[in-house]
Protein backbone atom coordinates (compact mmCIF):
# COMPACT_ATOMS: atom_id res chain seq x y z
CA UNK A 1 0.00 0.00 0.00
CA UNK A 2 0.73 3.45 -0.69
CA UNK A 3 0.48 6.51 0.96
CA UNK A 4 0.67 10.06 0.43
CA UNK A 5 0.56 12.90 2.75
CA UNK A 6 -1.47 16.28 1.68
CA UNK A 7 1.54 18.51 3.28
CA UNK A 8 4.38 17.60 0.71
CA UNK A 9 3.89 15.30 -2.02
CA UNK A 10 5.56 12.47 0.04
CA UNK A 11 4.74 8.58 -0.81
CA UNK A 12 5.19 6.32 1.45
CA UNK A 13 5.22 2.09 0.75
CA UNK A 14 3.95 0.98 3.54
CA UNK A 15 3.89 -3.49 3.64
CA UNK A 16 2.65 -4.15 6.84
CA UNK A 17 -0.40 -1.55 7.68
CA UNK A 18 -1.80 -1.24 11.41
CA UNK A 19 -5.44 -0.33 10.77
CA UNK A 20 -6.24 2.27 13.97
CA UNK A 21 -9.31 3.91 14.55
CA UNK A 22 -8.08 7.17 15.66
CA UNK A 23 -10.76 10.11 15.99
CA UNK A 24 -13.66 7.68 14.06
CA UNK A 25 -11.57 7.57 11.30
CA UNK A 26 -10.05 4.00 9.98
CA UNK A 27 -5.80 5.16 10.57
CA UNK A 28 -2.87 3.07 9.17
CA UNK A 29 -0.42 3.29 12.11
CA UNK A 30 2.35 3.74 10.41
CA UNK A 31 1.12 6.30 7.80
CA UNK A 32 2.26 9.09 10.27
CA UNK A 33 3.73 11.85 8.98
CA UNK A 34 6.54 13.98 9.94
CA UNK A 35 3.77 16.78 10.02
CA UNK A 36 1.45 14.74 12.53
CA UNK A 37 -1.37 14.11 9.93
CA UNK A 38 -2.01 10.63 8.71
CA UNK A 39 -1.63 10.20 5.43
CA UNK A 40 -4.36 8.86 2.81
CA UNK A 41 -3.99 5.55 0.62
CA UNK A 42 -2.90 6.08 -2.59
CA UNK A 43 -5.16 3.84 -5.13
CA UNK A 44 -3.10 1.62 -7.46
CA UNK A 45 -4.89 3.45 -10.55
CA UNK A 46 -2.65 6.73 -9.58
CA UNK A 47 -1.07 7.78 -12.48
CA UNK A 48 1.66 10.63 -10.54
CA UNK A 49 4.37 8.23 -10.40
CA UNK A 50 6.73 9.23 -13.40
CA UNK A 51 7.51 5.19 -13.74
CA UNK A 52 4.90 2.20 -12.92
CA UNK A 53 5.97 -1.21 -12.70
CA UNK A 54 2.35 -2.59 -12.84
CA UNK A 55 1.17 -6.42 -13.07
CA UNK A 56 -1.42 -6.63 -15.17
CA UNK A 57 -4.32 -8.19 -12.94
CA UNK A 58 -6.72 -7.85 -16.16
CA UNK A 59 -5.14 -9.33 -18.28
CA UNK A 60 -4.03 -12.46 -15.80
CA UNK A 61 -7.42 -12.66 -15.09
CA UNK A 62 -9.18 -12.42 -18.11
CA UNK A 63 -6.79 -15.59 -18.88
CA UNK A 64 -8.03 -17.50 -16.17
CA UNK A 65 -11.38 -16.86 -16.74
CA UNK A 66 -10.36 -18.30 -20.72
CA UNK A 67 -9.01 -21.16 -19.10
CA UNK A 68 -12.03 -21.59 -17.17
CA UNK A 69 -14.23 -21.11 -19.85
CA UNK A 70 -12.13 -23.95 -21.69
CA UNK A 71 -12.53 -26.61 -19.12
CA UNK A 72 -16.00 -25.67 -18.85
CA UNK A 73 -16.74 -26.47 -22.29
CA UNK A 74 -14.81 -29.69 -22.47
CA UNK A 75 -16.86 -30.68 -19.31
CA UNK A 76 -20.10 -30.44 -21.45
CA UNK A 77 -18.74 -32.49 -24.15
CA UNK A 78 -18.32 -35.59 -22.12
ZN1 LIG B 1 2.77 15.45 6.23
Redesign the pocket.
Known sequence: MKFK????N?IKEIKKATIKVIDGKVRTAESL?????Y?EEVEEEFTGFPTIHRKEPIHSMSGLVAKANESIKRNDKK
Open positions: CKCKICECGEM
